[in-house]
């Protein structure tokens, strides 16, 4: 089985225009697996990083403590760190053998590191089962409070990095079906010092309103984020896989009454209903993904699946035992001009590997 995924070159942010799609199409020379992020003890699902002063912070959803082969806590969210090489490089190691990571499989290991304290890195609250935080419920149902795009930094000075996190309180069925289509978007606070490469301290983590955007609001944010000249551009995705965009000064983020909204090509104050047409955007989006800009390009990039678009990269989906491959992310603190180490995650029957690929395009 392959897993196509694919780019598109969007959004010539320039204040109000928010939303051009260019007629640009890259073309891919060359890819190449690079190796496989781990942090060992973690066995976790779906990645994303950001540049966090001079390392990387990463973010992931579902995450087991293992030790020996053995489950010992599982939680709805972690956090690590991996350093970066002086040049930008990364520091890449030969891979440990261990029981999820046999040597040979991968060329080379990224090592994340850092101390979650066996707890959800975004703190699953008391009304969300949150007790084990997994957010597992007596029901059989969960609320599954997932990360799905690293922190958006909206100021970062040599003292504080502070960064947010928009997530959606997602209850689920034990069959995975939502109680709510749209349910309500959590908003947290994530900041720190900028520390040093020798630190395991994670950066710290604030609910600061645990309904910001109520249930049948768009989640704008949970879809991803731009910081562009002291204003942060949010999107947001329902349920019918509509994208819409919304935007704020940096310095207001948690004050909703700033956000404006881009409906039907202006930006207006009034929020547009979840299932309002006027405010999707013409862009056709899959699931979790990443922007980042490409001075190369000298545009936004999104990489996730797409429905339709460039067909940039397939990759083995595991041994016979896999479920399936999801969440392509981009990491451009790692990337050179003209390139984009991308991950995914491969679910297996029993854990979570997270391939790093080179993507170079022409
Ligand atoms: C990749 O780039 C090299 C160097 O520019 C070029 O010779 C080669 O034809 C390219 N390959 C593809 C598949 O585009
Ligand atoms: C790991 O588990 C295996 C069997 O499950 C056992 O033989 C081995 O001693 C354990 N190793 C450690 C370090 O506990
Ligand atoms: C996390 O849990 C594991 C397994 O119970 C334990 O070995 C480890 O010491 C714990 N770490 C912390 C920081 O509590
Ligand atoms: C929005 O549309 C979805 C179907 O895509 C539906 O399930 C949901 O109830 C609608 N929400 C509202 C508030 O009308
Ligand atoms: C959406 O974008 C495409 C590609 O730029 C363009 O061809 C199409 O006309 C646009 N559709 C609308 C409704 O703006």
Not at 128 to 146: A, K, L, M, P, Y
Request: proline fraction near 6%; glycine fraction near 8%; include cysteine.
């Amino acid at each position: 089985m392959s897993f196509l995924l694919s780019i598109l070159t969007a959004i010539a942010m320039v204040d109000a225009r928010a939303v051009v799609r260019r007629d640009f199409v890259p073309t891919v020379n060359r890819t190449t697996l690079v190796g496989v992020v781990t942090d060992p003890h973690l066995d976790r699902d779906s990645c994303g990083s950001v540049k966090w002063g001079n390392r990387v912070l990463w973010t992931c959803r579902d995450t087991q403590y293992v030790t020996n082969g053995t489950v010992e806590n599982f939680f709805s969210s972690s956090a690590s760190y991996s350093d970066l090489n002086t040049d930008g490089s990364l520091p890449l190691v030969t891979p440990v053998p261990d029981e999820f990571f046999p040597s040979g499989d991968y060329p080379a290991a990224l090592v994340l590191y850092g101390d979650n304290h066996n707890t959800s890195f975004f703190e699953v609250q008391s009304d969300e089962c949150g007790d084990n935080q997994g957010g597992s419920c007596s029901d059989g149902s969960r609320f599954v409070i997932w990360p799905n795009y690293p922190p958006l930094i909206t100021s970062e000075s040599s003292s504080a990095i502070v960064a947010y996190n928009w997530i959606k309180k997602a209850q689920i069925t034990s069959s995975f079906q939502l109680f709510q289509p749209d349910p309500p978007t959590s908003l947290y606070r994530v900041t720190s010092a900028p520390g040093g490469a020798d630190s395991d301290t994670l950066p710290s983590v604030t609910l600061i309103n645990e309904e910001f955007f109520a249930v049948d609001q768009w989640n704008y944010g949970n879809y991803g984020g731009i910081v562009v000249g002291g204003t942060a551009y949010l999107y947001a995705q329902n349920n019918a896989g509509d994208i819409a965009l919304a935007k704020v000064a940096t310095d207001s983020v948690e004050d909703s009454t700033q956000y404006s909204y881009y409906v039907d090509g202006s930006w207006i104050g009034s929020r547009p209903a979840i299932n309002d047409t006027s405010a999707s955007l013409n862009v056709t989006a899959g699931g979790q993904g990443t922007f980042y800009y490409s001075e190369t390009w000298q545009s936004y990039v999104w990489i996730g699946p797409w429905s339709t678009a460039e067909h940039i990269l397939s990759v083995p989906n595991g041994n016979s035992a896999s479920i399936g491959s999801y969440t392509m992310q981009a990491h451009p603190e790692y990337s050179g001009p003209n390139e984009i180490y991308v991950t995914y995650t491969i679910q297996d029957t029993d854990h979570y590997e997270t391939p790093l690929y080179l993507i170079q395009f022409n």
